[in-house]
């Protein structure tokens, strides 16, 4: 992917990119952003690696992210280590972006994808490695006749140009340092109520994997360390690290 000079110019004017690499196609930019850290910490701090596909791209527990060619894929490499909730204001400043630019209502599946009209738009994965933290962000922008039969019924596209493509990059690096600066000062109770404003599935009973045990249970929303709040029907339980599934068993009960 080629940014224009200008826009290169205005992420670069940010506290939170230094120098970017720019690719056509490469595996994953996660696997470089954690190469370079792993190969000189201190130099890789607020490098940005941005691709227009990827062959080898994964999102949470490694499962593999749809990258075709057209869409946005990028990791920023953030030199300090921040708490998880990072991944949640990640995800809201994707969101309200998102409603902003193209009027379109947002809803985000704890704790890390954005919804479009029930369908993943984008995923965030948050990943920390000698005292670094990876942020890496992928962005439906190709054309909605690649995505394949086994995910029309889960994911959707906004369709962008180069050119509002990376208009669209610029905005979000902004967004992103502005959140950034005040998670930094006053951690994720700011933007409680903005990220469950917004939040998929309150109210309505889902899956839970918490470890190796597995409940229903239903949503109340997060809280201010941005753990999901579940009502079990016992006890309401507060899960820092958990694996939501309100899809697969809506379609189970409704078979």
């Not at 994965?125 to 890496?136: F, H, K, Q, S, Y």
Request: proline fraction near 3%.
């Amino acid at each position: 992917m080629n940014l224009t000079k200008q826009v290169k110019e205005r992420i670069l004017a940010t506290k939170l990119v230094k120098q970017i690499f720019q690719y056509e196609k490469i595996d994953s930019t996660m696997r470089i952003a954690r190469r370079m850290v792993e190969d000189d910490s201190e130099m890789a701090s607020g490098t940005m690696i941005i691709t227009e596909s990827q062959e080898a791209g994964y999102g949470r527990f490694g499962r593999e992210w749809f990258s075709p060619d057209g869409g946005l894929y990028f990791t920023i490499i953030l030199g300090e280590i921040y708490k998880p909730s990072i991944n949640l204001v990640t995800g809201l400043s994707v969101a309200e972006l998102i409603e902003r630019r193209f009027r379109r209502q947002t809803k985000l599946s704890w704790p890390n994808d954005i919804l479009v009209e029930g369908k993943k738009i984008s995923g965030i994965l948050a990943e920390t490695t000698n005292d670094a933290t990876l942020i890496g962000i992928g962005f439906n922008s190709f054309i909605s006749n690649l995505i394949p039969d086994e995910l029309c019924n889960r994911a959707t596209s906004i369709p962008m140009d180069t050119s509002r493509k990376i208009v669209f990059l610029s905005d979000l690096i902004i967004e992103l340092e502005n959140n950034y600066s005040i998670f930094k000062k006053f951690e994720f109770e700011p933007f409680l109520p903005r990220f469950n404003k917004r939040m998929a599935y309150i109210g309505e009973e889902i899956q839970i994997i918490s470890g190796k045990k597995s409940f229903r249970g239903t949503v109340l929303g997060v809280d201010e360390q941005g753990a999901i709040i579940i009502d079990d029907g016992r006890e309401i339980r507060n899960l820092n690290s958990a694996e939501i599934s309100a899809h697969d068993f809506k379609t189970q009960k409704n078979s």
